[in-house]
């Protein structure tokens, strides 16, 4: 069965750098979910989309922004990066009107 | 705010033993969804077993099956015949219809052979 994609899997940035952090739903689902996990930590959620539409927002600082594209996949845009922000960043998705969250494998960000 | 609490931040089981790992949630919604979560080593976010809030029978899935209690508001896992695959960090996790999921701190279960 298809599962959520992410890409890329590993990134290494800079301070002060950019990073684009893609994700490809299961197909039919039209919800995706972003979350942050930080070393020892639980998954933090960052934002979430449906239809294209921001449907719902966590803790998700303002030097990020994300959007869901019409074929539904959906990226996270990180700038002005910081040392905290190295963490595993996972995509979830799910079909409206069933609450069960499928996971991608998760990109993990390492910021130098 | 919603709340789920993991109170065993590690727990160990034998081969082929039953263990349960335990959770609890604040809310004060009636209509809710909670779900287990397993971490391996791998950071693979796996879906366990799922629960909805409006159904009395607690979810099985194979060797993994729930104890659900509303009215306490807990959500244990009970895991049977362990394996050494099973070994993983667990995450109870809590959705109100078409809101964020919030976990718990997780519990780390470790198997011994």
């Known amino acids: 069965a298809a599962g959520v994609i992410q890409s890329p899997r590993h990134l290494i940035k800079e301070k002060r750098e950019t990073a684009t952090l893609k994700c490809y739903p299961i197909?039919?689902?039209?919800?995706v979910y972003w979350y942050q996990q930080g070393p020892g930590q639980d998954p933090q959620f960052l934002i979430s989309?449906?239809?294209?539409?921001?449907?719902d927002k966590g803790s998700i600082p303002d030097r990020f922004s994300a959007q869901q594209f019409s074929d539904y996949h959906s990226e996270l845009n990180m700038s002005s990066l910081e040392l905290g922000d190295s963490a595993l960043y996972f995509c979830?998705?799910?079909?409206?009107?069933?609450?069960?969250?499928?996971f991608g494998p998760g990109t993990r960000l390492l910021v130098l | 705010a919603q709340t789920v609490t993991q109170s065993q931040p590690e727990m160990s089981v034998q081969e082929a033993e039953t263990v349960t790992l335990s959770c609890t949630y604040d809310?004060?919604?009636?209509?809710?969804?909670l779900f287990w979560y397993k971490q391996p080593p791998s950071r693979q976010m796996i879906l366990v077993i799922r629960?909805?809030?409006?159904?009395?029978q607690n979810a099985t899935e194979n060797r993994f099956s729930v104890n659900f209690q509303k009215a306490a508001k807990s959500f244990s896992l009970k895991i049977s015949d362990s394996q050494l695959g099973d070994a993983a960090m667990y995450f109870c996790?809590?959705?109100?219809?078409?809101?964020?999921?919030?976990f718990g701190a997780g519990t780390r279960l470790t198997v011994k052979p």
């Open positions: 979830a998705s799910s079909p409206r009107g069933l609450e069960t969250q499928y």
């Open positions: 197909p039919r689902h039209d919800t």
């Open positions: 989309f449906y239809e294209k539409m921001q449907s």
């Open positions: 809310t004060s919604e009636s209509d809710y969804y």
């Open positions: 629960q909805e809030a409006y159904k009395q």
């Open positions: 996790a809590y959705i109100e219809a078409n809101n964020d999921m919030r």
